[in-house]
T-cell receptor, first 114, second 113 residues
Framework: GAVVSQHPSRVICKSGTSVKIECRSLDFQATTMFWYRQFPKQSLMLMATSNEGSKATYEQGVEKDKFLINHASLTLSTLTVTSAHPEDSSFYIC??????????FGSGTRLTVV | QQQVKQSPQSLIVQKGGISIINCAYENTAFDYFPWYQQFPGKGPALLIAIRPDVSEKKEGRFTISFNKSAKQFSLHIMDSQPGDSATYFCAASKSTGGFKTIFGAGTRLFVKA
């Protein structure tokens, strides 16, 4: 089946620094990828829709200058958390849509800002 | 219109029993209804999905029942096992046009050995 690789799985960074998370579709092309945030014991909250070759579409309340999304190719989308603060600590998950399996999720990135 | 309501919030089932999780949606434009299983620290994994042109889909011990008129669908896990203990999310989306997936709140299932 379709595989979405997300890297890194865990990252600890200092407050004020930036962190980049990568999401790759390994065996299919994804013109659209999605970025979610999940707090402990809660559901997935869609942050933004990443569109290959164009600007991302952000959900209401999500700061686009803080969460930079780049979808430069049909297999790679990146989420950069800029000037991270402890309240940005969360589990970030990407997903991509392939025609056969529907939406496939990455394994997630646990971000801890200290 | 965008919501997907999921219940129960948590569920404890004896090994070998049937686990039932229910979801309801509002937007009739949805045409793809997946269920995801998520273990702690991992991303959700697609378990089974259904489209509204069928009323039931079965894959192994997992069955989705779909009631289009009531706008409800449910997941049944037969012969529940301790390894099934996880959080389950129902979702709804439109399969064309890159429509985003709307998730239910999740159900934490614990299967007692």
């Amino acid at each position: 089946g379709a595989v979405v690789s997300q890297h890194p799985s865990r990252v600890i960074c200092k407050s004020g620094t930036s962190v980049k998370i990568e999401c790759r579709s390994l065996d299919f092309q994804a013109t659209t990828m999605f970025w979610y945030r999940q707090f402990p014991k809660q559901s997935l909250m869609l942050m933004a829709t990443s569109n290959e070759g164009s600007k991302a579409t952000y959900e209401q309340g999500v700061e686009k200058d803080k969460f930079l999304i780049n979808h430069a190719s049909l297999t790679l989308s990146t989420l950069t958390v800029t000037s991270a603060h402890p309240e940005d600590s969360s589990f970030y998950i990407c997903s991509a849509r392939d025609r056969l399996s529907g939406y496939t999720f990455g394994s997630g990135t646990r971000l801890t800002v200290v | 219109q965008q919501q997907v309501k999921q219940s129960p919030q948590s569920l404890i089932v004896q090994k070998g029993g049937i686990s039932i999780i229910n979801c309801a949606y509002e937007n009739t434009a949805f045409d793809y209804f997946p269920w995801y299983q998520q273990f702690p620290g991992k991303g959700p994994a697609l378990l089974i999905a259904i489209r509204p042109d069928v009323s039931e889909k079965k894959e192994g011990r997992f069955t989705i029942s779909f009631n289009k008129s009531a706008k409800q669908f449910s997941l049944h896990i037969m012969d529940s096992q301790p390894g099934d203990s996880a959080t389950y999310f129902c979702a709804a989306s439109k399969s064309t046009g890159g429509f985003k997936t709307i998730f239910g709140a999740g159900t934490r299932l614990f299967v007692k050995a």
